[in-house]
């Protein structure tokens, strides 16, 4: 079929009965009115010309909307009628598509499961783990060949791998460092990745073990006197008196107060 057998269409005409005579018209009423120069004392007589040239304006331009609707109402009610008279063809179009995209979104996650099984596979040649490869979604791309796909997976192993040993051997220098100045290493080690910089983080904990010997020696000094103090303690300790007369005696050539309750 073709347009005409589908849709009878007779353009219609819109102009100015007289164009010349309206212009003219518009001519001697801009001429009556551009004489007015505004000031204080002509401020009224101007804004009523502003008035009269609007509603001159208003008059042309009502008709011209009214045209307009006149104009657009065929066509607007075409629109209405093509729109319903074609909505089994775009429903069938929209099925198609719906359709086609679940296809192929079952086929690109059928694409994932070979992806991460290469991934598994490849990763088990480096002897690193799978989660700590970075999985490319450009993988699930049906343009790409397998080959192709197989390629990428296996750099991305590898450079995996890499990262891994790098993360192993930057963890390995703060943990001989901790364990060299009597530092708890976990909280050193937990955020260390394969571009963390070692040098910086060693002096972090220098720091931090400087800052607490600081605040250790803080504690001990009177804050009046300036004096190094000493924090005691009593302990309690019941036995056998023979015992216990052995252990007063030898906690008594070490410095301690020991005092016999009975």
Known sequence: MNEPELVKFTPA??????????????????????????????????????NEVGQFFKQLDDRRKAIKRQYEAPLKEFEAQFKDVTRPLTDLKASYVSDIAAIEEQEREERRKVAEAD????????????????????????????????????AAVKYAAQQVELRRERERRIKEHAAATHMDAAGWTQQVTADTNTDEVIAQMDAAKAEQHHEALVKGVD????????????????????????????????GFEVTLLD
Not at 126 to 153: C, G, Y
């Open 119 to 154: 991934v598994v596979l490849i990763s088990e040649q480096f002897d690193v783990d799978p989660a700590e490869v970075e999985f490319d979604d450009h993988w699930l791309n049906a343009s790409m060949s397998q080959l192709e796909r197989h390629r990428q997976i296996n």
């Open 13 to 50: 005409a819109v102009s100015f009965e007289n164009l010349t005579q309206l212009k003219a018209q518009i001519q001697v009423f801009t001429d009556q009115h551009s004489n007015l120069v505004v000031t204080p004392e002509t401020k009224k007589e101007v804004k009523k010309a502003k």
């Open 223 to 254: 804050k009046e006197t300036g004096e190094i103090t000493t924090e005691t303690h009593t302990l309690r300790i019941t036995g056998a008196a023979g015992r216990v007369t052995k252990l007063a005696d030898y906690l008594t050539t070490q």
